[in-house]
């Protein structure tokens, strides 16, 4: 039997079922479900995601409520004393240069704000850090006291890998899925993210793979794309995706200069970029971002869980802590 991918399932997309509903008529034409569910897949599934992320806030709250409660219980105490001691009790205040360092960061959406003039709201930004923080170290430690199962599964959608060589071991408990434009600002600061999760949990754990998606008001992106085929080609696609990533300009004469830079073979770069050997290749990768219900730029598939836009490196860490604690040990 076909497994039906759990997205399907949850946004009702069973195939044979969705096709045979029309939903709306214009004089002798019939437009069916499985159509306009197409048209509108990218909303579709923000919406299932939007639904896990609300359930899974409620779960997290609940079994939180249950831990203290039932610690506070074998204390004698009451919630609330138990929360005093073990959070808030526990809690410091930001040193100098912990609000210095946050000012420094948040420095250019700052504006012409002086470290003086927003100190007192750096302080209750980091004092709330600080108490959340606290909390879910609490929280864990009594989870290993009080076994906690959440049988909730967030929606997944299946991606194709597509024809660039991933980077890690193709035996990695977890897979990123980067659909991605080489004009997008968004994009060139995403990459940062993903070097920074990339180097943390190591090749054996985390593969990435590239897809693209340039967007059709970036006029720089397929060319770009497809230059990057050539040059995986000759086996050098991410040392040149990474030059792509850092160049401020893409035009033909900038796609030859990065190629020559990462020991590209002139001729046989030049030859495949002017024959658009990889036209095809950008428009599956296109097709296969939009059939996954992208929209824009960068749309990140984590084992299947898409998680779009350029998020912080927490963000992915949530993700793929999930992952690698649900993967087959061994």
């Given at each position: 039997m076909r497994k039906v991918p759990f997205i399907i399932l949850a946004l009702g997309l069973l195939p044979g079922l969705a096709?045979?509903?029309?939903?709306?008529?214009?004089?002798?034409?019939?437009?069916?479900?499985?159509e306009v569910e197409k048209a509108v897949r990218s909303q579709l599934v923000e919406v299932e995601n939007q639904r896990y992320a609300a359930l899974k806030a409620g779960i997290d709250q609940l079994v939180a409520d249950s831990l203290f409660e039932q610690e506070a219980a074998a204390r004698g105490v009451t919630v609330e004393q138990f929360q005093q001691v073990e959070i808030?009790?526990?809690?410091q205040q930001p040193t100098p240069d912990q609000i210095k360092k946050v000012y420094e960061e948040n420095k250019e959406q700052l504006g012409e704000a002086t470290l003086e003039q927003v100190q007192d709201q750096i302080v209750q930004y980091l004092l709330r850090k600080?108490?959340?923080?606290?909390?879910?170290?609490?929280?864990?430690?009594?989870?290993?006291?009080?076994?906690?199962?959440?049988?909730?599964?967030?929606?997944?959608?299946?991606?194709?890998?597509?024809?660039?060589?991933?980077?890690?071991?193709?035996?990695?408990?977890?897979?990123?899925?980067?659909?991605?434009?080489?004009?997008?600002?968004?994009?060139?600061?995403?990459e940062t993210t993903v070097q920074e999760v990339l180097k943390a949990y190591g090749p054996d754990k985390v593969r990435l793979v590239y897809r693209n998606f340039p967007l059709p008001f970036h006029s720089d992106a397929r060319p770009a794309a497809e230059a990057a085929g050539c040059a995986a080609e000759q086996g050098k696609f991410w040392e040149y995706h990474q030059k792509l990533m850092d160049a401020k300009e893409l035009n033909a004469e900038?796609?030859?200069?990065?190629?020559?830079?990462?020991?590209?073979d002139k001729k046989k770069f030049d030859e495949c970029v002017a024959a658009e050997k990889f036209k095809d290749a950008v428009e599956k990768d296109i097709e296969a971002g939009q059939e996954a219900g992208v929209n824009?730029?960068?749309?990140?598939?984590?084992?299947?869980?898409?998680?779009?836009?350029?998020?912080?490196?927490?963000?992915?860490?949530?993700?793929?802590?999930?992952?690698?604690?649900?993967?087959?040990?061994?």
């Open positions: 096709s045979a509903e029309t939903v709306a008529t214009v004089g002798k034409k019939a437009i069916d479900r499985a808030v009790d526990k809690i600080t108490v959340q923080d606290r909390r879910q170290v609490v929280i864990d430690e009594l989870k290993k006291k009080y076994p906690t199962k959440v049988a909730l599964k967030p929606p997944v959608v299946e991606v194709g890998l597509g024809t660039i060589p991933p980077k890690g071991n193709p035996k990695a408990p977890v897979t990123i899925i980067e659909f991605s434009d080489y004009q997008c600002p968004f994009c060139k600061r995403a900038s796609l030859k200069k990065l190629a020559g830079e990462v020991g590209l824009g730029t960068p749309a990140f598939f984590i084992n299947g869980r898409m998680l779009d836009g350029a998020q912080p490196f927490d963000k992915f860490k949530e993700v793929i802590d999930e992952e690698l604690a649900s993967a087959p040990k061994g």
